[in-house]
T-cell receptor, first 114, second 116 residues
Framework: AQSVTQPDIHITVSEGASLELRCNYSYGATPYLFWYVQSPGQGLQLLLK??????LVQGIKGFEAEFKRSQSSFNLRKPSVHWSDAAEYFC????????????FGTGTKLQVIP | DAGVTQSPTHLIKTRGQHVTLRCSPI?????VSWYQQVLGQGPQFIFQYYEKEERGRGNFPDRFSARQFPNYSSELNVNALLLGDSALYLC???????????????FGEGSRLTVL
């Protein structure tokens, strides 16, 4: 069964500082990988996705993520955080083939301080 | 273009009651999935429908059911509500045929259910 671990429940960074959110997945083959962001009381918005090809993926809002097969990781990064980035971030894994069950991690809440 | 729309946005029910939540996918999307998000947790997969057929079911009791209509809109029904059913229920639509694999999910803003 596929699973996702986000080891950091809560992260605080200063505005302008760099950010890295960790994500480890468990899946029997090469998965589809996603990062979603959720603002309070809102639905989820896709930041970026990895399906195949280049392991460094660029997303919206200046985010990027790197797929590392050897570490079963898909960490999200941003070089300079803005106050508007404060939200909850979810890493997710989807199966190749079969029905579209996407499994989400428990999320990392990002706080940005001035 | 309209995104995924869900109704109602908020509702309060009491234990033992029944609830119906509705979802309209993005135009052209034939796949609809339902997720339950309990406060402080990530979304949990409940159902996926494609072309009006159930294609996947998560680990939820039979009190949870869903269906998809010819216009690809969908309903999630929950019977005999329990306090633990209080959650944000998210609907997501996708272009991808689930027989092909996983595509990008487009989420609505959810229906927040409170069970008293």
């Amino acid at each position: 069964a596929q699973s996702v671990t986000q080891p950091d429940i809560h992260i605080t960074v200063s505005e302008g500082a760099s950010l890295e959110l960790r994500c480890n997945y468990s899946y029997g083959a090469t998965p589809y990988l996603f990062w979603y962001v959720q603002s309070p009381g809102q639905g989820l918005q896709l930041l970026l996705k990895y399906f195949s090809g280049d392991t460094l993926v660029q997303g919206i809002k200046g985010f990027e993520a790197e797929f590392k097969r050897s570490q079963s990781s898909f960490n999200l990064r941003k070089p300079s955080v803005h106050w508007s980035d404060a939200a909850e971030y979810f890493c997710a894994v989807g199966a190749r083939g079969g029905y579209q069950k996407v499994t989400f991690g428990t999320g990392t809440k990002l706080q940005v301080i001035p | 273009d309209a995104g995924v729309t869900q109704s109602p946005t908020h509702l309060i029910k009491t234990r033992g009651q029944h609830v119906t939540l509705r979802c309209s996918p993005i135009s052209g999307h034939k796949s609809v999935s339902w997720y339950q998000q309990v406060l402080g947790q990530g979304p949990q997969f409940i159902f996926q429908y494609y072309e009006k057929e159930e294609r996947g079911r998560g680990n939820f009791p039979d009190r949870f059911s869903a269906r998809q209509f010819p216009n690809y809109s969908s309903e999630l029904n929950v019977n005999a509500l329990l306090l633990g059913d209080s959650a944000l229920y998210l609907c997501a639509s996708s272009l991808v045929d689930p027989g092909v694999g996983t595509g990008e999910l487009f989420f609505g803003e959810g229906s927040r259910l409170t069970v008293l």
